[in-house]
């Protein structure tokens, strides 16, 4: 590990975002603004008109127009971010898939917000989980610094194994909340992300080809067959690159998941982006009066590192699963099912219940962090509880 | 010919190479056929500037081009060229594809 004093600088998600971005001086962003993710392009167009980038801005009709952009430019071999949050990303949609089938290294730097209806600009994550099966790599970060980090970790990692990835950040809660980002110098970012190597390029006329043709029954399902590939794929990368990071600039950013005080736990908490900070607090509490309880904070929720969570749940009897979006399926979250999913294997599986809280921004104060830790504890003492909860909402 | 597997196709949904569109031969489409009179035809060329698929074919008549028949390869039988074919010429009409 290098020992370096790092800069450090006073910065909302938004900004750190930004600031990354600035750093990596994509070649293109074709954006379109949407709160709460706005600033990341109004900030970054700035950076554009001070001619502080060398970046090519293009400003958009919408969301499905700004992801087009992207592929288009994508496709020619270009370095390529944009920014979105809820409705936007749902616009999106259909180009998401695209992208990610076309195998390109699309950097998404996202804002969590409720879906619509009814309208609300607030956090939770069912823009993403909507998004899950898009074939996107997706890393929820707790807060500004480790948005900041991984956004430049996202270049590499989309660019080494050719897939979209886009990375999230807590809406208002921490992309409007300032805080200290350690950052690095321009040059380490530029020396660390290096050069783009496409796969393919519509623009060079020495090797000419089509993308994007008919596929239909007789190769499609070949296609879609490398695309799963490479997202299994995708884990050493994401493990190679972090630890790489971590290792040249003197961090210990988690890979896949984080784990708190989970050495002797008996129970424990899963929870994802700014409520693990909330819960890492709730387990000290209950720690300091004796509790065996510990947190994990699934981080790559794309791919989905299963492996890990059936080794690190092996030993504790009881889990709570926090969902901050619902599958309105009848059977709580999608974290909470992919979880459980995990689990199938173990010969003595835990008990399991999933906590859906903070829907459209609902705040998630400390009386229900450990809310969840002692509901989670009678399911460890064997008492018969509804399998999904909703913590928060008023009955 | 023999199909590839997904571990021998390039990534990314490309084609390399080109021109990829003389190996899908769209003549199998058809359900209707142009059947092209060269006793009508003034060689306008408006069923060669129409025919969405390139397949009216041209030949060099003493350093004219003249048209000279149809490319039932890639023909795919829309009927444009019947329907652009001036009326008083009406050097192509459709016939049904037996099948
Ligand atoms: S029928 Fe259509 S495809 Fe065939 S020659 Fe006429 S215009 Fe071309
Ligand atoms: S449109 Fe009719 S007359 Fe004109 S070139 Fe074609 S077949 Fe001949």
């Not at chain 1, 823009?127 to 997706?138: K, L, V």
Request: proline fraction near 5%; charge should be negative.
């Amino acid at each position: 590990m290098t020992e370096k004093e790092r800069t450090k600088m006073a910065l909302t998600g938004n900004e750190a975002f930004a600031y990354a971005m600035k750093q990596i001086n994509p070649d293109v962003v074709a954006a379109y603004p949407i709160t709460p993710a706005t600033e990341i392009v109004q900030i970054f167009a700035k950076y554009v008109s001070d001619g502080e980038v060398d970046t090519e801005f293009v400003a958009v009709e919408s969301e499905h127009s700004a992801m087009s952009a992207c592929i288009g430019a994508s496709a020619s071999g270009a370095r390529v971010i944009t920014g979105t949050s809820s409705q936007g990303l749902a616009l999106m949609h259909e180009m998401l898939y695209i992208a990610s089938a076309l195998r390109l290294p699309i950097v998404l730097a996202e804002v969590n917000r409720a879906l619509s209806a009814p309208i609300n600009i607030h956090c939770d994550h069912s823009d993403t989980m909507g998004s899950r099966d898009a074939g996107w790599i997706q890393i929820y970060c707790e807060n500004a610094n480790e948005g900041y980090h991984t956004l430049i970790q996202a270049v590499r990692i989309a660019e080494t194994v050719n897939l979209p990835v886009m990375a999230t950040l807590d809406g208002f809660i921490i992309s409007h909340e300032m805080e200290v980002v350690e950052s690095l110098d321009t040059q380490e970012v530029r020396e660390f992300i290096g050069k783009r190597k496409p796969l393919y390029s519509v623009l060079d006329v020495e090797k000419p080809i089509m993308v994007g043709p008919l596929d239909l029954t007789d190769y499609y399902f070949e296609h879609k067959r490398q695309q799963i590939e490479a997202m299994k794929k995708s884990k050493a990368v994401i493990k190679e690159v972090i630890e790489e990071y971590n290792t040249k600039f003197g961090f210990d950013f988690p890979v896949f998941i984080e784990t708190y005080r989970m050495e002797d736990a008996e129970y424990a908490i899963l929870a994802m982006s700014s409520a693990a900070g909330t819960m890492k607090e709730a387990v000290d509490i209950r720690r300091s009066i004796g509790e065996k309880v510990g947190l994990v904070r699934l981080k790559v929720f794309r791919p989905f590192p299963f492996e890990l969570l059936t080794e690190v749940f092996k030993n504790v009897k009881a889990i709570g699963v926090m969902d901050r979006s619902d599958s309105v399926n009848s059977m709580g979250g999608p974290v909470f099912n992919e979880v459980r999913s995990s689990l199938y294997e173990l010969e003595t599986r835990p008990r399991i219940m999933n906590f859906v809280f903070g829907l459209g921004g609902r705040d998630f104060p400390m009386e229900d962090a450990l809310h969840i830790i002692d509901r989670v504890k009678e399911l460890k003492d064997g008492k018969k509880l509804d399998f999904v909860e909703y913590v928060g909402v008023r009955e | 010919m023999k199909k590839k597997g997904w571990k021998e196709l390039p990534e990314g949904c490309f084609i390399p190479g080109v021109p990829t569109s003389q190996d899908l031969k769209t003549g199998s489409w058809r359900t209707s056929k142009p059947v092209w009179d060269p006793n009508k035809c003034t060689s306008c060329f408006l069923c060669w500037v129409y025919c969405p698929d390139n397949a009216i074919i041209l030949k060099d008549v003493g350093g004219d081009p003249k048209v000279s028949g149809i490319n039932y390869d890639y023909c795919k039988g829309c009927g444009i060229c019947a329907d652009v074919c001036p009326p008083k010429v009406k050097a192509i009409h459709m016939e049904r594809e037996e099948l």
